[in-house]
């Protein structure tokens, strides 16, 4: 069955970075977009960008354009989130999730399985 | 871009519809067929219901209904269980720039 399994939670201080992990299995890693979402606590969800598996190539956000890095290691079915200069309004629980449509196919914006999230908080 | 307006709230008797609405603009909703809803539990991962503004992944009840009229989709909860309570938010492709907007959730009660 499909999985997505991510890395657990972190403290940041402001300033610094956090890398957060997301482990594919029970599918071809390589065949469908990762997206990245974020859940503030008690807020809604915002999408911060996707990797696409196969070719690489990545679409952010213009909100996190600048802060966010994502990348893949295949070797390791892993999809890696990595957030910059953290705020404290960048505590949040943050997700992987995968798209419905194929890495050959253009995403429109759905996603089929999530994560299980990882909660970032951005503390001094 | 605007989050897309949802209720923040709605309920409904078990056995009951409810219908949740998803207000947005000619740029998102209105533009693209794609819109998609999420079922989410307290402290759970958000659970794909419906893509495409009225298709069903597998496995979602057909108690669950989509359908999109100009700029508002709608989602319909038919028959409804005490298993539905939960946060419902819906999404829509939005072009490539900005690419998806998400509503700001409606937490739905089963009475």
């Known amino acids: 069955q499909v999985q997505l399994v991510q890395s657990g939670a972190e403290v940041k201080k402001p300033g610094a970075s956090v890398k957060v992990s997301c482990k594919a299995s029970g599918y071809t890693f390589t065949g469908h977009y990762i997206h990245w979402v974020r859940q503030a606590p008690g807020q809604g969800l915002e999408w911060m960008g996707w990797i696409n598996l196969n070719s690489g190539g990545r679409n952010y956000a213009q909100k996190f354009q600048g802060r966010v890095t994502m990348t893949r290691d295949t070797s390791v079915s892993t999809a890696y989130m990595e957030l910059s200069r953290l705020r404290s309004d960048d505590t949040a629980l943050y997700y992987c999730a995968r798209d419905l449509e194929p890495s050959d196919a253009y995403s429109y914006a759905s996603f089929d399985y999530w994560g299980q999230g990882t909660l970032v908080t951005v503390s001094s | 871009q605007s989050a897309l307006t949802q209720p923040p709230s709605a309920s409904g008797s078990p056995g009951q519809s409810v219908t949740i609405s998803c207000t947005g603009t000619?740029?998102?909703?209105?533009?693209?067929?794609?819109v998609s809803w999420y079922q989410q539990y307290p402290g759970k991962a958000p659970k794909l219901i419906i893509y495409?503004?009225?298709k069903r992944p597998s496995g979602v009840p057909d108690r669950f209904s989509g359908s999109k009229s100009g700029n508002t989709a709608s989602l319909t909860v038919s028959g409804l269980q005490s298993e539905d309570e939960a946060d419902y938010y819906c999404s829509s492709y939005a072009g490539s720039n900005t690419f998806v907007i998400f509503g700001g959730g409606t937490k739905l009660t089963v009475l």
């Open positions: 000619s740029s998102d909703v209105g533009a693209y067929n794609y």
């Open positions: 495409e503004v009225s």
